[in-house]
C-alpha cells in the first residue's frame, strides 16, 4: 500500500469517526454546527500538510532521478568518447 493511500484512509476515517461522534453528542443544534466546523477546519489542516509532504516526497524524488540520470548521461558520454578513440587507436596499426 503507498504512503499516500494510507494518508487518505486515515485521514478519511479521522474525519468521518469525529462527524460521527459530534452528531451522536447530545448537543444544541448550534454547538454541533460549531464542532463540525472546528473539525472541519481541523481537518482541512491536516490535509493540507499531508498533501504538502507527499508533494515534497515526490518533488524530492524526482530531482535525484533528474540528477541520476544526468550522471548516466555524461558516464555514457565518456565511455563512449573512450571507444571511439580506442578505435581510432586500433585503426591506425
Same mark, same amino acid.
Given at each position: ?5 494510507? !494518508?487518505?484512509? +486515515? ?7 469525529? +462527524? @460521527?461522534?459530534? @452528531? @451522536?453528542?447530545? %448537543? ?10 472546528? &473539525?472541519?477546519?481541523? @481537518?482541512?489542516?491536516? +490535509?493540507? %500538510?499531508?498533501?504538502?509532504? !507527499?508533494? %515534497?516526497?515526490?518533488?524530492?524524488? $524526482? $530531482?535525484?532521478?533528474?540528477? %541520476?540520470? &544526468?550522471?548516466? !548521461?555524461?558516464?555514457?558520454?565518456? &565511455? ?6 580506442? $578505435? ?6
Amino acid at each position: 500500500m503507498s504512503k499516500g493511500k494510507l !494518508i487518505a484512509g +486515515v485521514l478519511a476515517g479521522a474525519a468521518a469517526g469525529a +462527524v @460521527l461522534g459530534i @452528531l @451522536l453528542a447530545p %448537543d444544541k443544534g448550534s454547538e454541533t454546527r460549531k464542532k463540525i466546523a472546528k &473539525k472541519g477546519n481541523d @481537518l482541512s489542516g491536516s +490535509v493540507k %500538510d499531508g498533501f504538502g509532504k !507527499i508533494s %515534497d516526497t515526490i518533488s524530492d524524488k $524526482y $530531482y535525484s532521478m533528474k540528477g %541520476d540520470a &544526468k550522471d548516466l !548521461i555524461e558516464k555514457g558520454k565518456e &565511455k563512449g568518447a573512450e571507444l571511439k578513440e580506442s $578505435y581510432k587507436a586500433e585503426k591506425t596499426f
